[in-house]
């Protein structure tokens, strides 16, 4: 030991306990706002299955015409059941890679939704997400009896674009498939003038039953407050485990 490094202090036992201590925070802080997050997403999801079960229940009414889909919004509308009447224009079909989902009768195997403009009667253009089909039927021949012609009315639900998947490859145009259920970006590739919703199909299900409508339910996971509860009682843990390291130290210092 030479000279300078046997004259300086020995840090102070608060000083020993300052990084562990400021790192201790740092996690506690952490595992308390995941826990704060999940309470907030349980109050969204809670609200989210209120909405689903009373909408999904009520009897459907007519589609408002082109000029009131302006005023229509997310919140106030998405998920209401419509009636419509129209003529469904396949050969501007797209194909949406399907993405199972929480909330609805989940097909299983790769496939595709099906969307198509349908035409409506009483004037303007609006994309009706069909339903499901498994890759093999994915071409419109494979299943013929299904492309049905001429009028037709059906229910469905109102819908908004969904958030594009983080790790969505890009649309392939080319070869008719998109990653993501946007009305807008589908309706500029196929020369669409449809509005910024599109419809969910429920009834009735095309002849072959294909494609297969997929119908929403409400009943989507509800674990947010098992995780909440989880998460605060992680930060409880590694307050109480510093404690105990902490006091355990001091003991030994003052010894």
Known sequence: MTARSASLPAPSPLRRLLVPGLVSLVGVAVLI????????????????????TERLAADPVPLPPPAAWPGLSREANEFRRVRVSGT?????????????????TAPTGLGYRVFAPLVLAGGGTVLVDRGFVPDADKAPEARAAGQVTGPVEIVALLRWPETR?????????????W???????????????????YLDLETPAPPGGLPRPVLLRPNLPDNHLQYAITWFSLALALAAI????????????SQ
């Open 33 to 52: 706002g995941l826990g704060v997050w999940q309470l907030e997403r349980m109050a969204w999801k809670r609200a989210l299955i209120a909405t689903l």
């Open 88 to 104: 469904f224009r396949h050969d501007k079909e797209a194909l949406v890679y399907a993405i199972g989902s929480g909330s609805r």
């Open 179 to 197: 990653f993501a259920r946007d009305p807008g970006a589908i309706a500029s590739v196929k020369g669409l003038d449809v509005p910024v919703f």
């Open 242 to 253: 510093f404690l105990i390291w902490a006091f355990g130290r001091r003991k030994g210092d």
């Open 165 to 177: 998947p983080t790790f969505a490859p890009a649309d392939d145009p080319g070869r008719n498939i």
